[in-house]
């Protein structure tokens, strides 16, 4: 026994290689005969404990968990490998006869898939030795030799057996006990190699001196030693028939298709006898040393000489036949007459490729898999030899490989190619990137072509599924989402969503959402909306303020749950205020004292006199703080008119004193919002006599557009020196009561509230002792002292409370002013608190002075 390892060069894959290793093994070697070991031989890694390794794999030997394991065994009852060790043995004796009964060289194969990583090809030729002699079909030959036989003339004899191969088998004949010298022996071959005895006669027999001689036949093979076996000879000296056939030519060499059908006609043999009657009849049969399997594949007609085909051809398992014919006349004591009929077979096309799948990847391929992973080992075969067996072999819409060419056929649809190996061997590798988003498992399907006429195709096909990779981000569907909200609103409230959208699967693509840190001016983003991190639904924090805040901008931030790294991206999301009707017009010119402002007109001022300008603000935007002013009571002879957009009042009667010398109009001023808001005021318009009294404004027809800040200024610096004075009264009154400094909220109750259009009711005098001071809390951060002011018990019986609060910047083209009023009253009462602050200016005018019960209080804050 002894081994032949081949190089080792082909690389499968980065981690997967293809060794080729050699063995021989003598025959008839017991069970348990170790022929090699595979992991030493081949210079194998050690492959990973039996608890580390998984197992799969494919082929046709058993699954193993051991580092070894067999895809491919032709002879799985005989050879065997140690799944862990790697040894390759003998599982029972091997016979080689029996085993290549017809072949000359006696090989066996095996594919070891070793540590999971390199595939071994393994060969093993099973040597022949000398364990048979050789043999002859029987004990002794009966020959008739005619008398008049020539010298030189020929008779075949039957061949010995020798199931032994090369050295071992028959290698030639010897002829004994021939003491006359009356025979020879000569050994032909055949093309098969084969040996063959013919007798020849040496000299001419005399059947009268002898009518019988003994000879015998040894056949040696060529064993050390020789083996031999013997036949004894029996030849019968007859008397001669003068004249034997004779063939047109000793031998014939006849082409035949290998798929000639049954009935062919192989060649028709003619042999001729120069005898009449019965000696020159010939008949046809085989010789009798022809093999049993040229027997049941030719026929011969013993009369006519017409060889035909009798059974199925086959170029792959013989491609050459010798027919050995004898022809003999009837007559007696016939020398028969012989010819050699050599068939050679023609292939055809008649096998279509064989597509085996050594080994294919088991589970699924990872999409992040370079180009170039192999996915399976293939063997391609085709038992056509020549054209016909050339191959040509591609993946199924892929790139081709091997045989001089791929095939025809749709291409670039499946991202897999065939690379070409040793041995008929193909690699199915990864020929691009994959993607599973675009295609999640493929249907590879390998296609085989031999180049026979018409060629012949087959096909087999294999699953490969793709393995997901966190490898795309969560996409937004947008770049910037617009968000509406109305101000108010309700904190909590749902504001919209985002999506974004990741392809890949399980926790590469659950999706996650946050908001990334920013800041509205100082304020954290955080403070004003909230994002669900499972949906993306946006809520609001806080109630907007579109006064304040008209729009603001934040990030949202996607993020998946991909491992070892999640991938993420962002958004931009802008919120915008929708401004709601929410602030109510103040009347801020002329100055109101509840409600009410009285107005002095010179007598004789003319058509067209500029009686006031009504001023009004608005704290909203848009048509929300769009204003238009009119008179809407007490103009009914139409002695005034008031400009809609501007306020400004004019006379539109130049004698209207003499109409009525006081006239009390109700100013209303309302915005166009929805629902729209409105305030309004009452006005009385005096009629006087001579100049108007000092401080009050001077206004005529040609001056239309006067200072308002300076009264304004002066109004309420008196107001705040009033206030301030009946404030200290009342500090020093109360601080028996309460030793703590505390800042105050001011209310003013009125215990009787006339009717607009009289103006004639009882006034009460309000003295500063009626007025008490109530115990608040700083709400502004600068500071400011609330009052509130209440009305004395002895002022009415039923108190009004008002608490408003405002500031109001004198730097502000709109100054915020609230007014007080009853609820009775049907004038409208602007909703919201204006701050009531320890510093008024005001007109000094006193409560006995005032035509009406109504107070005005107006506040500056940061005065």
């Not at 108190?799 to 609230?818: H, K």
Request: hydrophobic residues 35%; contains cysteine; glycine residues 8%.
């Amino acid at each position: 026994m002894y081994l032949s390892i081949c190089c080792c060069f082909l690389l499968w894959a980065p981690a997967l290689t293809l060794k080729n290793l050699n063995y021989s093994v003598p025959e008839e070697q017991g069970a348990g005969t170790v022929i090699g070991n595979i992991g030493k031989d081949a210079r194998l890694q050690p492959g990973l404990p039996p608890a580390e390794r998984g197992g799969g794999g494919g082929g046709g030997g058993r699954s193993k968990s051991g580092s070894y394991r067999v895809l491919e065994n032709s002879a799985p009852h005989l050879l065997d490998v140690d799944a862990d060790s790697g040894l390759l043995y003998t599982k029972q004796r091997i016979d080689r006869e029996s085993l290549c009964r017809h072949n000359a060289k006696c090989q066996l194969s095996l594919e070891v898939f070793a540590n999971d990583k390199e595939i071994c090809m393994i060969k093993v030729e099973i040597q022949d030795i000398n364990d048979n002699a050789p043999s002859f079909p029987s004990d002794q030959i009966e020959m008739d030799i005619s008398e008049n036989a020539a010298p030189g003339t020929r008779f075949p004899l039957t061949s010995a057996h020798d199931p032994d191969a090369g050295e071992n088998g028959l290698r030639t004949y010897l002829l004994t006990r021939d003491d006359h010298g009356l025979f020879a022996l000569d050994v032909k071959s055949r093309g098969d190699g084969t040996k063959f005895p013919e007798l020849v006669i040496q000299k001419a027999l005399d059947r009268e001196q002898q009518n019988h001689h003994t000879l015998v036949l040894t056949a040696l093979d060529g064993g050390e030693p020789p083996r031999s076996a013997t036949v004894q000879i029996n030849v019968k000296v007859i008397d001669s028939n003068d004249n034997s056939p004779v063939f047109e030519a000793p031998s014939y060499l006849v082409e035949l298709p290998e798929n000639a059908p049954l009935g062919t006609v192989v060649i028709d043999l003619n042999a001729t006898d120069a005898d009449e009657g019965p000696n020159g009849e010939v008949i046809y049969s085989f010789s009798s040393y022809v093999p049993d399997r040229v027997r049941e594949l030719f026929s011969i007609d013993p009369k006519t000489g017409l060889i035909r085909v009798k059974g199925n051809l086959d170029y792959e398992e013989n491609g050459m036949l010798e027919i050995d014919v004898q022809a003999r006349d009837m007559g007696p004591n016939p020398i028969p007459a012989h010819c050699k009929v050599t068939v050679k077979l023609i292939d055809r096309n008649d096998n279509a490729p064989s597509i085996g799948f050594v080994s294919v990847r088991q589970g699924a391929l990872s999409e992040a898999a370079p180009p170039g992973t192999v996915i399976a080992l293939v063997r391609v075969t085709d038992r056509d030899s020549g054209k016909n067996g050339q191959l040509q072999c591609r993946v199924l819409g892929g790139g081709g490989a091997g045989g001089g060419g791929g095939l025809g056929g749709p291409g670039g649809s499946v991202p897999f190619k065939l690379e070409e190996n040793y041995d008929n061997f193909y690699t199915v590798v990864t020929d691009r990137p994959l993607d599973r988003e675009t295609q999640d498992e493929y249907n590879v399907t390998i296609v085989a072509r031999d180049g026979g006429s018409p060629p012949l195709n087959s096909t087999k096909s294999f699953a490969v599924k793709i393995l997901d990779e966190n490898d795309n981000p969560p996409r937004f569907t947008k770049g910037l989402y617009v968000l509406q909200v109305h101000e108010n609103n309700i904190p909590g409230e749902y504001l919209g969503s985002v999506l974004a959208q990741d392809p890949d699967l399980g926790q590469n693509g659950t999706v996650s959402y946050s908001i990334l840190p920013s800041h509205i001016g100082d304020v954290s983003i955080y403070t004003y909306v909230s994002v669900n991190p499972t949906n993306g639904a946006i809520y609001a924090l806080r109630s907007f303020n579109y006064e304040q805040t008209k729009a603001f901008e934040f990030k949202v931030l996607a993020k998946d749950s991909g491992a070892p790294a999640h991938l993420e991206s962002n958004a931009t999301v802008r919120v915008t205020v929708l401004d709601v009707n929410d602030n109510a017009p103040v009347i801020v010119l002329p100055t109101l004292q509840n409600d009410t402002a009285e107005l002095q007109v010179p007598r004789n001022a003319g058509l067209g006199y500029l009686v006031s300008t009504v001023r009004a603000l608005d704290s909203d935007f848009g048509e929300s703080g769009r204003l238009t002013y009119e008179i809407v009571d007490g103009n009914d002879d139409h002695l005034f008119e008031i400009d809609p957009s501007s306020g400004e009042i004019r006379t539109l009667h130049p004698f209207w004193e003499d109409v009525t010398p006081v006239v009390e109009l109700v100013v209303k001023v309302t915005d166009h919002g929805k629902p729209t808001l409105s305030a309004v005021a009452k006005l009385i318009i005096r009629s006087v006599s001579g100049s108007l009294p000092e401080g009050v404004p001077r206004v005529n027809g040609e001056q239309h557009h006067w200072d308002m800040s300076l009264p304004l200024i002066v109004t309420l610096s008196t107001i705040s020196i009033i206030l301030l004075a009946a404030m200290i009264t009342i500090a020093v009154k109360c601080k028996r009561e309460n030793k703590e400094i505390r800042t105050y909220n001011c209310r003013i109750a009125e215990y009787s509230h006339p009717q607009l259009g009289g103006g004639k009711g009882k006034k009460k005098k309000i003295n500063k002792n009626d007025i008490m001071l109530v115990q608040s809390e700083v709400e502004e951060r600068n500071a400011m002292n609330v009052m509130n002011v209440v009305s004395s018990p002895s002022l009415a019986t039923s108190p009004m409370y008002f608490d408003y609060q405002t500031r109001l910047p004198l730097s502000s083209p709109r100054s915020e002013v609230m007014y007080l009023k009853p609820a009775s009253n049907n004038l409208t009462v602007p909703q919201g608190h204006a701050g009531c602050h320890t510093s008024f200016t005001g007109q000094g005018t006193n409560a006995s002075e005032t035509p009406a019960t109504r107070m005005s209080i107006i506040q500056v804050g940061d005065f």
